[in-house]
């Protein structure tokens, strides 16, 4: 599905400001881990320790998601098959083994039970791992076109992959630092203080999210605006997870 402009420039919110932290303009599996990090840090104790169990292995399935979905490097694109993270072809001695060409590709070679790894040469400074601890890199292209693929069938929250659905009551319980269920107005002002949100008005998005006090900033609504956040093709109470009135 062909996302407008806006829903793209959502995106790219999420992914310069909660992903990138690096901001070399891709994602790697540090990157995660430092979101965990920080998360840890501004988290004031709300999550326990199962929760960021949780945290971790849900990221781990949305980095498969993206190795998946999207090729790993653009400038050498690695394929994955239903084994490993690259594509391999098994050799007479079954040693995986790497051999970059002349014209900079890497051809992979392993047999079923060996990792493939490669690895590229000095002049091109990239690294691809099977597993989700090492060195691949998705771009924002990329990591667009994973979520044109997603969001092209999703009508509900339940539409949404199982990583997205079991992250979503962890990062309300981040905001949620009374564990009282509900956010209310200074829990929201410290979740846009501590994530460095650009909200210039705090009360006045609070009042987005409660529709005028007329809604409850619980779980349900959450996920809804969660939900909208993700997919609305224009400015509605979406935005207000961003720190921003519609």
């Not at 292209?141 to 979503?168: N, R």
């Not at 609305?232 to 961003?242: E, F, R, T, V």
Request: charged share 30%; with cysteine; proline share 2%.
């Amino acid at each position: 599905m062909e996302l407008n402009t806006f829903q793209k420039q959502k995106i790219k919110f999420t992914f310069d400001f909660f992903l990138d932290y690096n901001k070399d303009g891709a994602i790697q599996w540090d990157d995660f881990q430092e979101m965990i990090k920080r998360y840890k840090e501004v988290n004031k104790g709300s999550l326990s320790d199962a929760d960021y169990k949780l945290m971790l292995a849900s990221l781990k399935d949305e980095w498969k998601d993206l190795k998946a979905l999207a090729h790993v490097n653009e400038d050498h694109p690695v394929h994955a098959n239903e084994d490993h993270g690259a594509r391999v072809h098994a050799n007479e001695d079954h040693g995986a083994r790497v051999h970059a060409n002349e014209d900079h590709g890497a051809r992979v070679h392993a047999n079923e039970d060996h990792g493939a790894r490669v690895h590229a040469n000095e002049d091109h400074g990239a690294r691809v791992h099977a597993n989700e601890d090492h060195g691949a890199s998705v771009s924002f292209d990329a990591y667009l076109a994973m979520w044109e693929k997603t969001l092209a069938t999703c009508q509900s929250v339940s539409d949404l992959p199982t990583w997205c659905q079991k992250m979503i009551p962890i990062l309300f319980k981040g905001m949620d630092v009374s564990g009282d269920g509900i956010v209310d107005l200074e829990e929201f002002g410290n979740y846009c203080k501590n994530f460095q949100l650009d909200c210039e008005d705090v009360p006045a998005v609070y009042d987005v999210i409660t529709d005028g006090g007329k809604v409850t900033f619980d779980m349900n609504r959450y996920k809804d605006l969660y939900f909208r956040l993700l997919t609305s093709p224009s400015a509605d109470a979406g935005n207000a997870l961003m720190g921003k009135k519609p």
